[in-house]
């Protein structure tokens, strides 16, 4: 009954020490996860705008109106 017990602790230090490594690696490389999400982020957004502004602006524009110029 005691080997089981401390095969059990055993277990449960070992996972404790992992997910304590994986907390610790995640926020070293948090950072630099977040700079590429930026970056992502931007380009998505500016290719967006300019598809757009792209589809909003007509193929032709028609003669300015400056008024009745007859007179």
């Known amino acids: ?14 996972g404790i020490l992992f997910l304590s490594s994986v907390l ?4 070293i490389t948090k950072d630099k996860r977040l700079l590429k999400n930026r970056k992502y982020m931007e380009t998505v957004i500016e290719k967006q705008v300019i598809q757009q502004i792209r589809e909003s602006m ?11 110029t007859a007179n």
Request: aromatic content about 10%; glycine content about 10%.
């Open 58 to 68: 007509p193929n032709q524009s028609g003669g300015v109106n400056v008024g009745n």
């Open 1 to 14: 009954m005691k080997l089981i017990f401390n095969i059990m602790s055993a277990v449960s230090f070992v």
């Open 24 to 27: 610790v690696y995640s926020n």
